[in-house]
């Protein structure tokens, strides 16, 4: 019995203590584990039970989060509804009209959107604040320019809308039957142009909208109408990233609380792509004459067919964990491995970070770094 309550004494986190104080046998040998030097086997945990690792990956969850929300912020100051529950911004009539062309909901929907992210991060910061830890705030780094376009506000931002890179392979991604990218399969990009090169999804300035004509019919030239296309693709982007990273961080929580938050918010990143899988496939077909960006008809030669078709927006099943296993409609990537990591490089490559700090970077790296280690 010695020799076992001193193996209790030796464990070095919540979960091999316990798996060490069960296989003692009982409730007795936990207790003298409990109180064996003094000091709670649960004195890794931050005060209020959170494991070291569960507020890691509550934090970098709740720093992606205030980058989504900076981003969604300056989308619906230009593009969304205004109103108490999303406020800045007045809005930008020709960019509204283009975003319309993809949907006339979409105002709602980016005001909508807007406001989910805003609850994501408040209520992660809070939960963590109610279990003793710290929450995440990246004021000191909102050092970006607003776009000078009318309607938006002229405030400092986290993220970048004006020189994005948009990895469109989400859309391919979700429509084969064979590959995953757990596998380390690779995807055929929706949009090739978008995936190269750096274009704006937000007005810049006023210049951006030079040619539009409101009305019931209003005249939207084709590089106003690129602007809102990138956006529209930029959207499906964005939020089939969150609706890999909850499922991918949930494996690796030890709370079943924690693990609630996850498998509570994720989904609803995963209702927001899904809208937005939708949208991006009425983006009309065009090329931008400003800058040779193409927007091509996905519906016909070379592009149409099971990968491309614009109706095809639930996911095709495919191979999970092993291929002796039979094909299943998932959610993908989901690897936990490197998760934290993969969307702050995901989330660099798209651009949306040109022009921050050396210490941001330095910073989200650290809380990736942290989430990825628990
Ligand atoms: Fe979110
Ligand atoms: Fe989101």
């Given at each position: 019995m010695e020799h076992k309550v001193q193996q209790s004494k030796d464990a070095t986190s919540r979960r091999s203590f316990l798996r060490k104080g069960l296989a003692v046998g009982g409730a007795g040998a936990i207790g003298a584990g409990l109180l064996a030097n003094g000091v709670p086997a649960f004195a890794e945990e931050e005060?209020?039970?959170?494991?070291?690792?569960?507020?890691?990956?509550?934090?970098?969850?709740?720093?992606?989060?205030?980058?989504?929300?900076?981003?969604?912020?300056?989308?619906?100051?230009?593009?969304?509804?205004?109103?108490?529950?999303?406020?800045?911004?007045?809005?930008?009539?020709?960019?509204?009209?283009?975003?319309?062309?993809?949907?006339?909901?979409?105002?709602?929907?980016?005001?909508?959107?807007?406001?989910?992210e805003f609850t994501h991060f408040t209520f992660i910061n809070a939960y963590l604040v109610s279990k003793g830890g710290?929450?995440?705030?990246?004021?000191?780094?909102?050092?970006?320019?607003?776009?000078?376009?009318?309607?938006?506000?002229?405030?400092?931002?986290?993220?970048?809308?004006?020189?994005?890179?948009?990895?469109?392979?989400?859309?391919?991604?979700?429509?084969?039957?064979?590959?995953?990218?757990?596998?380390?399969?690779?995807?055929?990009?929706?949009?090739?142009?978008?995936?190269?090169?750096?274009?704006?999804?937000?007005?810049?300035?006023?210049?951006?909208?030079?040619?539009?004509?409101?009305?019931?019919?209003?005249?939207i030239p084709d590089h106003l109408q690129a602007i809102a296309n990138t956006a529209g693709f930029h959207f499906g982007f964005i939020e089939q990233g969150g609706t890999s990273l909850y499922p991918s961080l949930a494996q690796r929580v030890t709370n079943p609380e924690v693990l609630r938050i996850l498998l509570s918010i994720g989904p609803t990143e995963t209702m927001h792509f899904q809208t937005w899988h939708d949208k991006a496939g009425n983006a009309p077909a065009l090329t931008d004459p400003t800058n040779g960006l193409v927007f091509p008809d996905l519906n016909a030669s070379p592009f149409g067919g099971e990968d491309f078709q614009t109706n095809l927006i639930m996911p095709e099943p495919t191979i999970f964990l092993s291929r002796k296993f039979p094909v299943v409609s998932i959610i993908r990537p989901t690897e936990t491995q490197g998760a934290a990591m993969g969307a702050l490089k995901a989330l660099t490559a798209d651009g949306l970070f040109i022009g921050q700090s050396p210490a941001f970077f330095a910073f989200l790296q650290q809380l990736a770094q942290q989430a990825d280690a628990a």
């Open positions: 005060s209020g039970g959170l494991t070291p690792g569960d507020a890691a990956i509550l934090r970098f969850l709740s720093a992606a989060e205030i980058l989504e929300t900076d981003l969604w912020q300056q989308y619906n100051e230009l593009g969304g509804i205004q109103d108490s529950e999303v406020p800045g911004g007045s809005g930008i009539p020709g960019y509204i009209a283009a975003l319309q062309v993809l949907d006339g909901d979409m105002p709602q929907y980016i005001h909508d959107n807007t406001e989910d710290d929450p995440v705030n990246l004021d000191r780094f909102r050092t970006l320019p607003s776009s000078k376009a009318t309607g938006a506000q002229q405030i400092g931002r986290l993220t970048n809308l004006m020189q994005l890179t948009v990895d469109t392979s989400w859309w391919t991604r979700y429509r084969s039957r064979t590959q995953n990218p757990d596998f380390g399969d690779t995807f055929a990009q929706a949009i090739p142009g978008l995936s190269k090169g750096q274009f704006p999804a937000i007005p810049r300035s006023d210049a951006d909208l030079k040619g539009f004509k409101p009305g019931n019919h209003p005249t």
